[in-house]
């Protein structure tokens, strides 16, 4: 059995609706295992004294929308040995992007954070599925890589055949969106509307011919 190492964690929020940040406290039970290898240094949401770095591993939240926000991202990176980039808007930009649309782009644009640093590992989702949290950590305090899911949503989705959206004339985003979210539109009787981003584009352009 792999040894796990204790991390130094933060936590960090740009322009998003913390949403992903409050999953992690839906969090519990299954982070018994190894909450104990955490330190959280840095969360400005549970607590008031933080401390700056170095880290092990940062979760950055939300889109880049401003230059204070890029200074604070790079600052971020250079001070840490993992940075994640935690929820869609942090991968895609996803809301906040909603606004780079807008003739004019009188509000400014907004983009992801690999448009600005490395990012080591993505959590997709709007919010963030917490049992993918979990894995990653899990894999993370074990000193193990971690592999994104890249499979479609249909993998995952319990409408198969006749009851597909598709089939019923529905607009679905399901074939070319990353599963990971367990189909939680789908099985609410809501077709996908692709909030977890694109499947890998050999995949998507397979799908799309």
């Known amino acids: 059995m792999t040894k796990r190492k204790r991390l130094r ?16 406290f839906n969090v519990q039970d299954g982070t018994i295992d190894f909450a104990d290898y955490l330190d959280i240094i840095n969360f400005d949401l549970i607590q008031e004294k933080n401390i700056a770095g170095p880290l092990d591993i940062a979760f950055v939240e939300g889109a ?34 909603l606004k780079n649309f807008i003739r004019g782009r009188p509000f400014g644009v907004a983009k992801p954070l690999h448009k600005f640093v490395k990012v080591d590992y993505r959590l997709r989702g709007c919010p963030i599925n917490r049992k993918e949290f979990i894995d990653l950590v899990r894999h993370l305090t074990r000193g193990l890589p971690y592999r994104e899911n890249t499979s479609p949503v249909c993998t ?15 607009p679905c985003m399901g074939p070319i969106t990353a599963a990971g979210c367990e189909a939680i539109c789908m099985k609410n009787g809501q077709a996908c509307e692709g909030c977890r981003g694109p499947i890998l584009f050999e995949k998507m352009s397979r799908r799309l011919t």
């Open 156 to 170: 995952e989705c319990p409408l198969k055949g006749s009851d597909c959206f598709l089939k019923k004339g529905i």
């Open 64 to 97: 880049i929308t401003n230059k204070k926000e890029e200074e604070e991202l790079r600052k971020i990176r250079k001070e840490s040995k993992i940075l994640v980039a935690l929820g869609s808007c942090a991968c895609f930009g996803c809301i906040p992007g």
């Open 9 to 24: 964690i933060g936590n960090f929020w740009m322009a998003g609706c913390i949403g992903c940040q409050l999953e992690l």
